[in-house]
């Protein structure tokens, strides 16, 4: 299991610039004009982890097969979206099957890309998406409390907590707030999920700099900073030029590059991160001559679940795990040693994985 991030944004802020060089396709066509992106385009990438390659070295494993991240770019939300204008009825859909929406916000200055709103506010750029949001949400809360009214009056169980809930979002929603401030008990989360609001989903805010700001950001990412912290929202500061200029070389240029530029890691590292802080997402690896490989999986995933991210079979026949934690693995020299040395931990059922786990899993057929 990886997650699909949606990259959202106003015309012309350099999402698809950004995803061109994530993905290292030219699949988003760039351009300085709104709605050069037509079709919502779908990419995958692989999830960079050094602990893997640690781990294919000491399995001597064939494949090294990494998780993965797909990157789903989007059309360009302009205001009025919510009432059809530009692309917006096309966008409200396509954001719908995310996982997490990241917002590209344009920190930057160049008057040869002009800027939908003829202006430089990116705080400004993400309530009019965050807005635009909203109101599609009201405008979809309305319509399904109208079509539940006689389930409700029937006494429905399913229908009474979907009017509570629907109810509960729309109450935040009219005082100007996302629904996802709404607190949801734990009995309604499967019941809140299912209503598929656009502004529950969590939100990352990327702010694109100029290449001199790219290590340390700018004023303008700043403010962005201030508005994420107090909203609990995640931030990254990233120069999608120098991420497409990275995504053209080698890995070894690559590296020199990001040190001439003062960055310690690329741009892609750090918003797979935060994506993954953001769904509070984990890793845990399976090692052996075949194949070494990442599997993503949520933080609190018990044993069985974690094992039927591999195989359904291998969830409904679950016997045990046996499990080594990254560091025993590493530092005895893998499976059989971390074995003798008393590392190797048989867990059941009721385990719940930790992230860097290399597992094994028993099962019946």
């Not at 909203?134 to 009056?153: G, W």
């Not at 018990?302 to 045990?320: N, S």
Request: charged share 25%; glycine share 10%; proline share 3%.
């Amino acid at each position: 299991m990886g997650f699909k991030m949606g990259i959202v944004g106003l015309p012309n802020v350099g999402k698809s610039t950004l995803f061109n060089a994530l993905t290292r396709t030219a699949a988003a066509q760039a351009a300085n004009f709104p709605f050069c992106t037509i079709e919502p385009n779908v990419g995958e990438v692989a999830v960079p982890d050094d602990r893997l390659d640690k781990i294919a070295a000491i399995a001597q494993s064939k494949q090294v097969i990494p998780a993965r991240m797909t990157f789903v770019d989007i059309a360009g939300l302009v205001k009025g979206a919510s009432k059809g204008e530009g692309l917006g009825n096309q966008f409200l859909a396509n954001i719908r099957e995310v996982d997490a929406i990241a917002h590209v916000l344009r920190c930057f200055e160049d008057g040869d890309v002009t800027h939908v709103e003829g202006r430089i506010d990116p705080v400004a750029d993400a309530e009019t998406i965050e807005t635009e949001l909203m109101l599609a949400d009201l405008e979809s809360i309305e319509k399904r409390l109208q079509n539940i009214v006689r389930k409700v009056r029937g006494g429905d169980k399913e229908a009474v907590q979907q009017e509570r809930l629907l109810q509960a979002a729309q109450a935040m929603l009219e005082d100007g707030k996302p629904a996802r401030l709404v607190p949801v008990a734990e009995d309604d989360q499967k019941a809140w999920e299912r209503l598929q609001l656009l502004t529950t989903k969590p939100v990352l805010y990327v702010c694109n700099v100029e290449e001199a700001a790219a290590a340390s950001g700018n004023a303008e990412s700043a403010k962005v900073a201030e508005m994420a912290a107090a909203e609990g929202a995640g931030i990254v500061v990233i120069s999608a030029q120098i991420e497409e200029e990275i995504s053209q070389l080698e890995a070894d240029e690559a590296a020199m590059f990001l040190e001439e530029m003062g960055l310690e890691e690329a741009g892609l590292d750090r918003l797979i991160r935060a994506g993954y802080a953001l769904l509070d997402l984990e890793t845990y690896f399976t090692a052996g001559p075949k194949e070494a490989r990442a599997w993503t999986i949520p933080v609190g995933t018990l044993a069985p679940q974690a094992a039927g991210v591999i195989h359904g079979d291998f969830e409904k026949g679950f016997i045990r795990a046996e499990t080594i934690g990254y560091e025993d693995y590493v530092a005895l020299g893998g499976e059989q040693a971390a074995k003798e040395a008393g590392k190797m931990r048989a867990e059941g059922k009721g385990y719940e994985v930790k992230d860097g786990d290399v597992l094994h899993f028993l099962f019946n057929t």
